[in-house]
């Protein structure tokens, strides 16, 4: 009866437009001033609390590195880098835009970002081949909830923390559901294509795609950095978050060069001879692939005694040096220049860009800009972190009313099995994901159904993949899909026309989303054959 | 129970007020500088202590306590930033189907909800007075650790400060504390200017309806033809 009271006040607050927030957080305390004689004391200092959580301390970072990330030029390579893999089948285009949106995916957290960065150069792009705009605002809508179910995802981390199981094993069982997630997504373009003989882009060779994936490596690799540093044993995941953030502000402030004081300025010149530049190039080569050595090798031998870090830099060494100097080679050999003069014209490129890059520093690092990706990424933790913060005020204000208890007890007594269970969690998460922010109701959620899930013997990693994926799902069903709110956004088309568009691909997550259900293996085989399984007390 | 806490809160948001009206343009600038400061510092510690301890395999001991304090600081500074920018999430389906005047009573109700949320976690002796029974809130608690002067677990004061003010070394938990009270009564605050911007139809709402919707914003029609 009580509990009831505490629902529906959520409820009726939620709807009458309270923030998400204080609706959560006014509801227990109402509930604790007049239905228990807990002391309010312990409920503010609970409010203190939720940046106790080490593991939420994640969440800001992944945020960060995504604000970074998502300045126009990272989504221009990704987007380039999946047209030279992917273009040249039917319907190839709208395949490269799923591809290039599970790519920004794994660097960003988010797919609100998603759709928006991969979004407005996509669909552009789509419609100048002929693709309708219907079609082409669908796929986006719908590849665009891959963002949260590729890691690195804030989502994963909020029910890690909140069911206290490992972020790592969380991340990692999101891959193959992921892939698989893209790869049909893809499979129901290509039939389509198919059918409605869409176009094709032409065959533009291997080189190419290399230098599409050069472009792009220097991006993509954070998704090494965070999964190599999680499952090397060297970092936590907050940790590995932190190194993402400050990668990404040095990429994009430094390497990619898209915002800050050094926006537009190339690292070679129209200027420079032919053979100046070929040695510049070789050198970075050699560098990079020292640079990258280094990670990697960091990552696999940490924890070794035999491999000192000597040793793995002596490799690292021999190696670079043979790959800059083959590579001036092979390209210097139809020049009239020997490689030493190659090498030796590098060397003022690099003393320019290198004197840019000092000069430069601190302006790049508290300019303007930056100011401006800082703030609006630490709204976006603001915000996400107050909800969090008064779900957790809430979900303890469930437990400490034994409500889980209480449910859990109801469910196994009325015949509940895994089967239908999971059925359940379903529908209750498809609702729920229309009117709350994903990580606010996993949050309140999970501390829920976790007890009777691992009551009747579900992996609760798994879970946490289906609650995910349920999340994706509720982002573009109506009436309130945060992917269709921010598709129609973009493209000026109406909400109604979006989940139009955006409905056929629906189906097939809906397919997905069966198939993660009832087979768990797809969530928890990598996991578990690389980290063993999770134990839950 | 003493009163001056209030006392001192009350005076606080006064002058937080005079300075807001004289520098509106400064403070708001101090107010987000404030949060990044927040956020790089816990960004600096974090990476510094990485590199510290795999590069040179040393630390700082109460890096990890540094990091969450600063991290509750930030979500504590941020909650009254949010209402004042209307950041907070909300479901706005009901406030955009009803017609005007009910949006606005609406908008209303949910800012005089955010302050009472302020105002009941800040000190609930309010609510006591009128008969219900409560006690406890955040004033009081920091009252007590004000009182007992107990230290935090890792958190030292730097060493000149120990020997200016002749401090034990370790931060007093008041200290590490004190944003919960300041931050709850900032939260009031900015509910109270937000309902006073409402009712005089300065400010359409309290929240915002999803999560992007700045991003959207910026790229509004985007595609359009």
């Known amino acids: 009866m009580e509990s009831l009271i505490l629902f529906s006040l959520v409820l009726v607050l939620l709807f009458i437009g309270l923030p998400v927030g204080i609706c959560l957080g006014l509801s227990s305390i109402l509930f604790i001033t007049f239905f228990s004689h807990d002391s309010l004391s312990s409920v503010a200092i609970s409010l203190f609390g939720a940046g106790q959580h080490y593991t939420l301390l994640a969440i800001p970072f992944f945020i960060l590195a995504s604000a970074y990330m998502s300045t126009g030029g990272v989504a221009k390579r990704l987007i380039n880098f999946a047209i030279a893999s992917v273009g040249h089948f039917r319907g190839g285009l709208a395949m490269a835009s799923v591809l290039a949106c599970m790519m920004f995916a794994a660097l960003s957290g988010s797919s609100p970002a998603t759709v928006v960065a991969i979004g407005t150069i996509a669909i552009a792009g789509m419609r100048q081949v002929g693709y309708s705009k219907e079609f082409a605002a669908g796929i986006i809508a719908n590849a665009g909830t891959l963002g949260i179910l590729i890691p690195p995802s804030i989502v994963m981390v909020v029910y890690a923390a909140s069911v206290d199981v490992s972020v790592g094993r969380m991340f990692l069982a999101g891959v193959i559901p992921g892939l698989m997630a893209g790869g049909m997504l893809m499979l129901a373009i290509y039939v389509v294509a198919r059918i409605k003989n869409l176009p094709s882009e032409e065959w533009k060779g291997f080189g190419h795609l290399v230098r599409g994936g050069k472009d792009a490596g220097w991006g993509l690799f954070l998704v090494v950095i965070i999964m190599g540093g999680i499952y090397g044993g060297v970092f936590t995941p907050t940790e590995a978050a932190v190194v993402a953030a400050v990668y990404s502000i040095f990429i994009a402030l430094f390497i990619y060069r898209d915002m800050g004081p050094l926006q537009g300025k190339t690292w070679t010149n129209e200027t420079d001879a032919d053979h100046a530049r070929i040695g510049f190039n070789g050198t970075v080569y050699g560098v990079s692939f020292f640079l990258v050595w280094e990670i990697m090798s960091f990552f696999v031998f940490a924890d070794s005694d035999t491999v000192t870090g000597g040793d793995r830099a002596i490799w690292g060494l021999i190696m670079s040096v043979l790959i800059a100097l083959f590579y001036v080679h092979k390209r210097a050999s139809h020049l009239e220049q020997s490689m030493v003069s190659c090498l030796v014209a590098g060397m003022p490129i690099w003393g320019r860009n290198l004197s840019l890059m000092t000069r430069s520093f601190f302006p790049a690092l508290f300019g303007e800009e930056s100011r401006k990706v800082m703030l609006d990424g630490t709204k976006t933790t603001i915000m996400l972190m107050f909800i969090i913060a008064n779900a957790l005020l809430f979900a303890h204000t469930l437990s400490a009313e034994r409500i889980p208890q209480m449910i859990t007890e109801w469910m196994l007594g009325v015949g509940f099995n895994w089967f239908t269970f999971l059925i359940a969690v379903n529908i209750l998460l498809l609702i729920g994901g229309q009117f709350m922010e994903p990580s606010g109701l996993l949050v309140i959620v999970a501390p829920v159904v976790f007890p009777i899930a691992m009551e009747l013997g579900v992996d609760p990693i798994h879970l946490g993949i289906i609650m995910v994926v349920n999340m994706e799902i509720g982002m573009i069903t109506p009436p309130i899909g945060l992917n269709l709110f921010v598709t129609s956004g973009i493209t000026g088309m109406s909400l109604a026309k979006v989940v139009k568009a955006a409905m056929p691909f629906v189906l097939v997550l809906m397919v997905f989303l069966v198939l993660v259900t009832y087979i768990p293996a797809l969530s928890t085989a990598l996991p578990y054959s690389i980290m063993g399984p999770e134990i839950v007390q | ?225």
Do not use: C
Not at chain 2, 97 to 123: E, H, N, Q, W
Not at chain 2, 150 to 175: A, D, K, M, T
């Open chain 2, 1 to 225: 129970m003493a009163y001056w806490p209030h006392l001192y809160l009350l005076f606080f948001i006064l002058v937080l007020w005079l300075l807001e009206k004289r520098f509106p343009k400064v403070m708001e600038r101090a107010e987000e500088s404030l949060l990044i400061i927040v956020i790089s510092s816990i960004m600096a510690v974090s990476f510094g202590q990485v590199i510290a301890r795999y590069g040179f395999n040393t630390g700082w001991d109460a890096a990890l306590e540094f990091n969450t304090v600063a991290f509750s600081w930030l979500i504590l500074l941020g909650m009254s930033y949010g209402i004042k920018t209307g950041l907070h999430l909300g479901v706005d389906i009901v406030l955009n189907a009803v017609p005007a005047r009910i949006t606005k009573a609406l908008s209303l109700f949910g800012a005089a909800a955010a302050m009472l949320y302020g105002l009941i976690l800040l000190d609930s002796t309010w609510l006591a007075m009128l008969g219900v029974d409560v006690r406890g809130g955040a004033i009081e608690y920091w009252s007590k650790m004000f009182k007992i002067g107990i230290g935090s677990e890792e958190l030292r004061y730097p060493e000149f400060v120990q020997e200016l003010f002749g401090l034990r070394p370790r931060v007093h938990r008041w200290l590490v504390l004190v944003i919960l009270p300041i931050s709850l009564a900032m939260l009031s605050y900015r509910s109270l200017q937000a309902f006073i911007d409402i009712a005089r139809n300065k400010r359409d709402m309290l929240i915002s309806g999803h999560e992007a919707q700045d991003l959207v914003e910026e790229n509004k029609n985007a595609l359009k033809d």
